[in-house]
């Protein structure tokens, strides 16, 4: 069974820097194909993607965030880790934690229950 | 980037009802695209991947068709539980993963 979950502060400030952890089990990051990913929605709006790491290391940013977005995995600890720096009020969004069973041509089969990041001073 | 477009943003339906929400691609994206439905307050989930392919556990009540740039979501007979927003995602290896706005289906 796959699970998902996120974690992370709930107020960041302006400017400052959101780190983002999200603990999987049922599946590892080790296995051919499988990749972790982000996915934001802000308050009543679309889901807009922003970033995907797979079992090999390939990562994949929004090439609208690119500049502001690392991602990173802990295989050994079952852990992906994003990095958003210089938030926004705009960044203000639900992030989720998604996975894929396939290598670039991702669908996310699986979601964690999403955490709601609010910016503000 | 592939600009996905869902229509209608909003449907009103009865129960039982047969429904469609086309999503359509700014280019084409072969069969590479997924249904996502989502309620309020929960993640969404995947109901549809590579245009047709139902996923496992979702009810044979959905189903999806369409390649290249048009797209359809069809719900055979309405169930309460089924009133919630729907989303396409494009997948092509070439672009950024992209959804469309969403539809919300409401009850009539």
Redesign the interface.
Known sequence: QITLKESGPTLVKPTQTLTLTCTFSGFSLNTSAVGVGWIRQPPGKALEWLALIYWNGDKRYSPFLKTRLTITKDTSKNQVVLALTNMDPVDTATYYCVHTPEWLLSHFDYWGQGTLVTVSS | ?IQMTQSPSTLSASVGDRVTITCRASQTISN?L?W?QQKPG?????LI??ASRL?SGVPSRFSGSGSGTEFILTISSLQPDDFATY?C?Q???YS???????TKLEIK
């Open positions: 980037d590479w997924a996502y929960k993640a969404p989930k995947l991947y590579k996923e989303y995602q997948y092509n290896s950024p993963y992209t959804f469309g706005q969403g």
